[in-house]
């Protein structure tokens, strides 16, 4: 029998929000916690933790000392700007979405080495270095050896990046100095060690890995390591079955610009009561969602 915890991930602190939370996942989940950053007041299904949001993988490493040994099956992890179809609850998650019970879900993985687009966390990954001093995570995560054997269990890349996309991604950063460009470029393209990227405002993970997954997703928290590398490549490093957004029934819906979120939202003049009345068809998520625009 499962036992879900669905974790609604803040990525700053807004008390405003558990209320309406609670009330949307009412009698859909027994087992809802809110993970907030610095969080001092005295809701009880509230987890304060200690990190920035550019870092909230280590949100579920802290969340997951309070919720290890209560019998969770599964760990349903969402943002807290992001609407769950209405129709999907505890009992029912994975007929709907397609989503194997032995499975762990994430959108996608998205390899360095064949991402033609610019994304500015190729820079990062590039300057990632996890044996920084004063994180001594040497003995916690696997050596690139280890890594490298679970990347090709998974069918992904773990070579160099070719240069004309570290070309491109470098040439395109604004935020480098010249130095720092030419630092990069030297590179050539090599990782200290293995990374794969991935959108990761909503994730699955089975109990059967949710201790190194929280493990390895505080230790690259320690080192300072993108979220949307972070969680990717932990998932990649613990679990044997990983489903994808093109593996499922259901799919996403992402609103990257107004123009998104008026396509899509604009109908339901922001009443959650009408877009749950009215949810898209074969929609797991919609996202962002600024709930405190909407009634």
């Known amino acids: 029998m499962n036992k879900t915890a669905l974790l609604i991930i803040y990525n700053h602190r807004f008390d405003r929000n558990i209320p309406i939370l609670n009330n949307i996942y ?3 989940f027994s087992n809802v916690f809110h993970i907030v950053p610095f969080y001092d007041g005295d809701e009880e299904n509230v987890i304060p933790v200690y990190e920035s949001s550019f870092q909230f993988s280590g949100y ?6 309070h919720l290890k040994g209560k019998g969770f099956t599964h760990y349903f992890v969402v943002a807290d700007d992001m609407v769950i179809d209405p129709e999907i609850d505890e009992t029912n998650l994975w007929e709907k979405s397609g989503i194997s019970h032995d499975s762990c879900y994430i959108l996608e993985l998205t390899s360095f080495q064949t991402r033609k687009k610019h994304w500015e966390r190729t820079i990062e990954a590039l300057g990632y270095n996890p044996y920084v001093k004063g994180a001594e995570i040497k003995n916690v995560i696997p ?4 890594a490298t054997e679970r990347f090709k269990f998974h069918n992904l890349p773990t070579g160099d990046i070719p240069f004309k996309y570290v070309y491109k991604n470098v040439r395109r950063n604004r ?8 630092q990069l470029l030297r590179r050539r393209g090599r990782l200290a060690y293995p990374l794969v990227g991935g959108y990761s405002d909503i994730l699955l993970v089975t109990a059967d890995v949710m201790e190194k997954f929280a493990l390895y997703c505080g230790a690259f928290a320690a080192t300072r390591l993108f979220v ?9 490093l613990t679990s044997n079955k990983i489903q994808c957004d093109k593996d499922l029934k259901l799919k996403e819906k992402t ?7 008026s396509r899509v ?3 339901y003049n922001f009443s959650l009561e009408a877009l749950n009345k009215d949810y898209p068809e074969d929609t797991l998520f919609i996202h962002p969602v600024k709930l405190s625009k909407w009634k």
């Open 26 to 28: 009412k009698g859909r």
């Open 60 to 65: 579920i490493s802290q969340a997951y000392t």
């Open 143 to 146: 050596s690139v050896e280890e």
């Open 175 to 182: 935020s480098l100095n010249t130095c720092e460009k030419l």
């Open 228 to 236: 949307e590398v972070a969680i990717p490549t932990a998932l990649v």
């Open 255 to 261: 609103l990257w610009n107004e123009e998104d979120h």
């Open 265 to 267: 939202l604009g109908k």
